[in-house]
């Protein structure tokens, strides 16, 4: 069982960008896919981006053209980096490897 950790969440102006950390032992053996969701608060969580083994992306129409979904297969981890973040992007984000959920990292962004 994988056990994914997210990280790189904080506070940020409008217009700013942050890069969230996915770290998930076992990533490269264990799993085919490692996917983003968030949740705004008094929401339910939305999927955002997903990434899969070989380099193949999907993302949400929402953050389409401002995430980015990379990984590094020698640190098992996937980073989800934002840019031009809103408002709307306030959210806890999540990280699943593995059919494994991480505990969330908390991104907001003030106007």
């Known amino acids: 069982q994988v056990q994914p950790v997210e990280s790189g969440g904080g506070l940020v102006q409008a217009g700013g960008s942050l890069r969230l950390s996915c770290a998930a032992s076992?990533?490269?053996?264990?799993?085919?896919?490692t996917s983003w969701f968030r949740q705004p608060p008094e929401k339910e969580r939305i999927f955002v981006a997903r990434i899969w083994s070989g380099g193949s992306t999907l993302y949400a129409d929402s953050v389409k053209g401002r995430f980015t979904v990379s990984g590094d297969n020698a640190k098992n981890t996937v980073y989800l980096q934002m840019n031009n973040l809103k408002p709307e992007d306030t959210a806890v984000y999540y990280c699943q490897v593995g059919g494994s959920w991480g505990r969330g990292t908390q991104v907001t962004v003030s106007s």
């Open positions: 076992g990533r490269s053996t264990s799993t085919y896919s």
